[in-house]
C-alpha cells in the first residue's frame, strides 16, 4: 500500500481520460473530489498521520461522451506556510506544529499563550452554498473555491461570523435551500452549535443580498455534558422536524488544548476515550430550536457518518456507520499505511436506533412500537430512555452514501459504500445493502485496487430510489495499471463504463466529493 500514500503532484491542466464501455448520454457535470496528498517535504519531514496531508481537490469533468481529469494543490495559508518553512506551523490532526520561524520573538510568544492555532487545511469535504463551492475540514476555516481551475478565491472563518470555533463538514442541505451544519464553541464556554443557513428568498431583511455564511446565524446551543472537555463529532442527522445530535464519548480534552501552544500537542493528543460514559442523542426542533426533553442514552460507541435520519409512526429511525470504539483512528498513522498494517480489528457496520418520541410505557418498557426492527429503546426513567440498536449486513465498509436528494430525511431503503482500506470481508470492494432485507451487493474487481466513495447521481425526472448511476474512483496500484473513474449501475450495480486516466497522472485517496449536474 506504500504506493497508495505517496506523495503526488497536482495537473492543473486538463488531461483527456479514455472512456471504456458506456456512460449515459444524460450524466454530464463535475465531480469534484478533496483529501490529502502531500505529506513529505524536502527537509526529511513527514506527516505523521494520513489526514494531515496537504489538501488536493481535483474533477472530473463530463461532457458529450468526453472526460478530462485535473487536479490542484489548495492554496491555504496552512500550504503556503509548510511550502516555505517545510514543517506545520498549525495545529494538525496528527503532527504536531513547531514555532513558526517566520513571526517575529513577540508572535511567537504571544501565539504560545493562544490555544490551538487551527489549520484551515480544508481537505474533508467539498459542498456548494448559492451555487458556490466551498472546501471544509472540521475547523471554523472553509474556502471558496472556482469551480473551473480549483483555485482558492476567499477563505472564511466561522469564528469571526459566529463565534465557532469547529464545524462539522457534513451540512444538511434541505430541498427548499436552508442549510443546517453542526459547531462547537470551547473560548467562550463548551457549547455544541446548531448553525442555520437561510436560503435568500427567505433570509431575513438585511441579508437578502448577502451570498454565503454571512447569512447564517446560530438556531441553538447545547451545553457540554462534561466542565473541560467537548464530543467529538464528524456528523449529524436530520429528519423533516428534528435535528439529531449524538454526543459519543471521545471527548475533546480543552485543558490539553489550551496547552498545545506551548507543548505543540496535535489535536488527536487531545482526545480521551471514556468507554464507561454514554453515547447521549440530543434531538432538537428545527424550528424553534428547543432540545426535548427525553433524555436518550446508549453504551459508549463511536462514528464517523450518519447515514440517514428520518421520522416513522412517531419514531426517529437513527443510522450510522458504528465502530466499537475509536481505535479506528489510530490506522491512519501514516507509517501504518504505507506498511500496509490495516487490520481486521474494529470495523464498522450499519447501526440503526430508534427513539419514540414519546415515553408513555412502564419503566423498563420496550417502547418501540415499529415493525421489522429489533432496535429496543427501554424507559429507565421518568425522562430517561435506553436505545439499543440493531445492526444491517455484515460489517466492514465505510463511507455511507444514499440517494440524499431524493430520500435525505425520508424513508428508505439503499446504502452503498466502499471497503476503504480495511482488509476484511470488503476489502477492494464497493458494496450496496438492502436495509429491508439485509442483503449485500458487491462490486470487486482485483487485490490491486482500491475503490473510494460512492456518489449517487439521479437519472433526471425519476422517483425510483436506486435509478441512477454510482460514481467511484478507484485507485490501482499495480504498477502497470492506471486508475479510473468508475460508472455503476445504481440498481443492478452492475459496471456500464469507466474513464481511464493517463498512466502519468496519478491520484491519491480522497475523503469525500460531490456532483455538479450541468
Not at 39 to 65: E, R, V
Not at 214 to 240: D, V
Not at 275 to 299: C, M, N, W
Not at 360 to 374: F, H, I, P, S, Y
Request: with cysteine; charged share 25%; proline share 5%.
Amino acid at each position: 500500500m506504500e504506493r497508495l500514500f505517496k506523495s503526488v503532484e497536482h495537473y492543473p491542466d486538463p488531461h483527456d481520460a479514455e472512456i471504456i464501455g458506456q456512460i449515459p448520454d444524460w450524466v454530464e457535470g463535475q465531480l469534484f473530489r478533496l483529501g490529502p496528498a502531500k505529506w513529505d517535504f524536502d527537509n526529511d519531514f513527514t506527516f505523521k498521520h494520513w489526514l494531515d496531508g496537504c489538501a488536493l481537490m481535483y474533477k472530473f469533468t463530463i461532457k458529450k461522451g468526453h472526460v478530462d481529469v485535473m487536479s490542484r494543490f489548495l492554496d491555504t495559508v496552512m500550504y503556503q506556510k509548510i511550502t516555505q518553512v517545510q514543517r506545520p506551523v498549525f495545529t494538525e490532526f496528527g503532527t504536531k506544529s513547531y514555532p513558526d520561524p517566520c513571526k517575529n520573538v513577540f508572535c511567537r510568544y504571544f501565539s504560545q499563550l493562544v490555544p490551538l492555532e487551527l489549520t484551515d487545511n480544508d481537505m474533508a469535504n467539498v459542498y456548494t452554498v448559492d451555487d458556490e463551492l466551498y472546501a471544509a475540514s472540521e475547523t471554523c476555516h472553509l474556502w471558496k473555491i472556482n469551480p473551473e481551475d480549483l483555485t482558492c478565491k476567499e477563505r472564511i472563518d466561522l469564528k469571526e461570523l459566529l463565534s465557532v470555533n469547529l464545524a462539522s463538514s457534513h451540512p444538511h442541505k434541505c430541498p427548499d435551500g436552508t442549510i443546517y451544519n453542526l459547531g462547537a464553541s470551547f473560548m467562550t464556554g463548551l457549547r455544541y452549535h446548531i448553525m442555520k443557513l437561510p436560503p435568500i428568498s427567505v433570509a431575513p431583511e438585511g441579508k437578502k443580498d448577502i451570498k454565503g455564511f454571512e447569512r447564517a446565524s446560530i438556531l441553538t446551543s447545547i451545553n457540554s455534558n462534561y466542565k473541560a472537555s467537548f464530543s467529538y463529532y464528524h456528523s449529524f442527522g436530520l429528519t423533516e422536524h428534528y435535528i439529531l445530535f449524538l454526543e459519543q464519548p471521545l471527548l475533546v480534552n480543552t485543558v490539553r488544548m489550551a496547552a498545545s501552544g506551548i507543548k505543540g500537542y496535535a489535536l488527536k493528543e487531545c482526545f480521551d476515550w471514556c468507554p464507561k460514559e454514554k453515547t447521549r442523542f440530543h434531538v432538537v426542533d428545527r424550528v424553534s430550536g428547543q432540545e426535548i426533553k427525553l433524555k436518550y442514552q446508549a453504551d459508549a460507541l463511536f462514528f464517523f457518518h450518519h447515514i440517514n435520519t428520518y421520522e416513522e409512526d412517531g419514531h426517529i429511525v437513527a443510522d450510522i456507520m458504528a465502530f466499537p470504539g475509536p481505535e479506528v483512528i489510530d490506522k491512519f498513522y501514516l507509517d501504518k499505511l504505507r506498511l500496509g498494517q490495516f487490520d481486521t480489528t474494529c470495523q464498522p457496520i450499519f447501526t440503526r436506533f430508534v427513539l419514540p418520541l414519546k415515553a408513555d410505557g412502564k419503566k423498563g418498557e420496550n417502547l418501540v412500537t415499529l415493525k421489522n426492527t429489533e432496535a429496543t429503546a427501554v424507559r429507565q426513567d421518568k425522562d430517561v430512555v435506553f436505545l439499543q440498536a440493531e445492526n444491517k449486513g455484515e460489517s466492514g465498509f465505510e463511507m455511507p452514501t444514499i440517494n440524499y436528494s431524493m430520500f435525505n430525511t425520508r424513508k428508505y431503503r439503499y446504502v452503498y459504500g466502499s471497503g476503504v482500506f480495511e482488509t476484511g470481508k470488503y476489502r477492494n470492494s464497493l458494496v450496496k445493502l438492502d436495509t429491508f432485507t439485509g442483503e449485500m451487493t458487491v462490486w470487486r474487481e482485483k487485490d490491486t485496487m482500491y475503490p473510494g466513495e460512492i456518489i449517487y447521481v439521479p437519472r433526471p425526472g425519476s422517483t425510483v430510489e436506486d435509478d441512477g448511476v454510482l460514481l467511484s474512483v478507484v485507485l490501482d496500484v499495480d504498477h502497470d495499471s492506471p486508475d479510473f473513474l468508475l460508472v455503476l449501475d445504481a440498481k443492478t450495480f452492475k459496471e456500464l463504463g469507466r474513464a481511464v486516466v493517463p498512466r502519468d497522472v496519478h491520484l491519491p485517496p480522497t475523503v469525500h466529493g460531490c456532483f455538479l449536474m450541468d
